[in-house]
């Protein structure tokens, strides 16, 4: 797709992307994709291929956990890899520290860098998919570059 049809936020999404190495292409898709099911039938893969971008507040602080459309994030297991409590943020705030909405927030892109872990999960699938800033678009990625990309440290969720 070209470019200049992609939203403002999935463009930021690419040069991002393309700033840390990614070949930056980002896809629309014809119809919103808001959930991992959605995105995972809209492209024809496995629901545990899709990234789910979340935000969570570790104490107080916003983190992001980039999951496994296939899992749920235990909180108190998870909370407790990471040293902390660990408790969903609010709408407000995902929206806030990622510059991007619920529904498709990309991985990388946001204002500020949020610490960020990846579910190991993901490593079971050559190739995986994010959002890519907006609800209607997505990139293609594999484990070892979404590590790399967002200089995140993998850790079991579930």
Same mark, same amino acid.
Do not use: Y
């Given at each position: ?23 930056? =292409?980002?896809? $629309?898709?014809?119809?919103?994709? %808001? ?7 809209? /492209? ?19 983190? =992001? =956990?980039?999951?496994?459309?296939? %899992? ?7 909370? $407790? ?9 609010? $709408? ?17 892109? %946001?204002?500020?860098? /949020? ?8 490593? %079971? ?34």
């Amino acid at each position: 797709m070209r470019r200049s049809s992609l939203p403002p936020v999935a463009c930021r999404v690419a040069d991002t992307l393309i700033s840390r190495g990614h070949h930056g =292409l980002i896809v $629309a898709q014809p119809e919103p994709t %808001h959930t991992a099911a959605d995105a995972a039938r809209a /492209l024809g893969v496995d629901v545990g291929a899709i990234t789910k971008s979340l935000v969570f507040l570790l104490d107080d602080d916003p983190v =992001l =956990l980039l999951v496994s459309g296939a %899992h749920q994030v235990d909180l108190t297991k998870t909370g $407790a890899r990471l040293d902390g409590t660990l408790t969903r943020a609010p $709408a407000d705030m995902v929206h806030r520290v990622t510059g991007q909405p619920i529904g498709g927030v990309a991985p990388v892109g %946001h204002p500020t860098n /949020l610490p960020t872990w990846v579910d190991n999960a993901l490593a %079971h699938h050559r190739e995986i998919w994010a959002a890519g800033g907006h609800p209607s678009t997505v990139f293609r990625t594999s484990f070892p570059e979404l590590l790399r990309i967002t200089a995140g440290l993998p850790i079991d969720v579930d």
